[in-house]
């Protein structure tokens, strides 16, 4: 997985001129997620040096793609434009009788990733495109990982759609015909994080029946233990960069948020300026905030937190193990995570991840 995505994120930008700056559909949904959390298998190539040559020239094509709508002002004429190359050129491996399978797989994998970055950009005109390509690589290598992967990814980007009894449907689907894919149990624990910012009870019953469809799942088992600290009494003492130790013992009779993000993740970064309103709002009424970045240097976070207003108490601790170290007590899976502690001292939710939701938990604690 690492080496093609770095391909795609290293390839020579398209140089084609813009008409139009845009934001991707996710900004408005931030509950999306990268979908690169879910394992990509993808073999190399094989066959005669022609079709070596074939899925080079699409790996090219889709770093251009990748490059394109990374870039300051992508249009979605352009994004259009490289699109259809490169579903020209994975439908021409598809078709070919003289690919093998494995390539054909690549194919179908570079494609459907395309297609996934598109649809953030413009959902209207890829996501049928999307569930197409996704139906056709089933069809074409049925029980395959990338089979196993395309239907992962369309889940999970269609996952807040589903009500609970149409996922719970879906998923023992998925884990009957994909038994061993590791995504499986990924899939499990992205919808319980949806469930849980509102009903940790319903979070904790789904992950443990997903013990039953994917036994001995290190993740699944991994995310219960997490679920099981909301309640529990919450320890915590670190140094700040203002130079003071920040007790939680001492913050007893406020609510507190405890955030992870860093200024690499862009999903962190979209939520600043909702975070700093949420702590003007309700700053003066008992709430308090520790951010604790997980940057890969302290300049980067301070540099952010003096440029955007973010007054409350800043933890970067000196070392990487540290600062993993300090998230993995709370089982951080992704950034930005947030979690209410109640006036008590306990925690009072699981991770959450947007805004709203971590504005109504802060609202309903501090009426307790």
Not at 78 to 86: C, D, P, T
Request: with cysteine.
């Amino acid at each position: 997985m690492g080496l093609f995505f770095a391909f795609l994120l290293s390839a020579t930008a398209f140089c084609g001129q813009a008409t139009a700056q845009l934001e991707p559909v996710s900004a408005a949904q931030p509950w999306m997620e990268t979908y690169e959390e879910f394992s990509v298998p993808v073999p190399s190539p094989s066959g005669s040096k022609s079709s070596v040559s074939d899925l080079d020239e699409l790996y090219t094509a889709s770093g251009d793609f990748f490059a394109y709508v990374r870039s300051t002002s992508p249009s979605l004429r352009n994004i259009a434009k490289l699109q259809g190359q490169v579903q020209q050129l994975a439908y021409a491996i598809i078709d070919s009788v003289r690919q093998t399978t494995e390539n054909k797989s690549t194919a179908f994998m570079v494609y459907l990733r395309v297609l996934l970055e598109a649809v953030v950009w413009d959902e209207s005109a890829y996501l049928t495109p999307l569930r197409d390509g996704v139906a056709e690589c089933r069809a074409a290598l049925p029980g395959s990982d990338a089979a196993a992967w395309a239907e992962a990814v369309l889940m999970r980007f269609e996952l807040k759609t589903y009500s609970e009894a149409v996922f719970r449907q879906k998923i023992t689907s998925y884990a009957s015909d994909y038994p061993t894919s590791s995504n499986g149990p990924l899939l499990v624990v992205n919808y319980a994080e949806f469930l849980a910012e509102t009903d940790t009870t319903a979070a904790k019953q789904l992950v443990q029946d997903g013990l039953l469809l994917f036994a001995n799942s290190l993740l699944l088992q991994s995310y219960l233990n997490s679920l099981n600290q909301v309640g529990t009494t919450v320890v915590v003492s670190v140094p700040t960069l203002g130079g003071a130790q920040f007790n939680l013992v001492d913050q007893l009779g406020k609510v507190v948020v405890i955030g992870f993000w860093a200024t690499w993740s862009s999903r962190s970064t979209a939520l600043t300026a909702g975070l700093v309103q949420l702590y003007n709002d309700y700053s003066a009424s008992g709430l308090e905030i520790l951010s604790s970045s997980l940057d890969r240097a302290e300049a980067d976070a301070t540099a952010y937190i003096a440029a955007n207003g973010m007054v409350w108490p800043q933890v970067y601790l000196p070392t990487k193990e540290e600062r993993l170290g300090f998230g993995q007590q709370f089982s951080i899976r992704s950034l930005p995570s947030f979690f209410v502690i109640g006036k008590d001292g306990k925690q009072a939710t699981a991770a959450i991840k947007t805004i709203p939701t971590l504005r109504t938990a802060v609202e309903a604690e501090l009426l307790k």
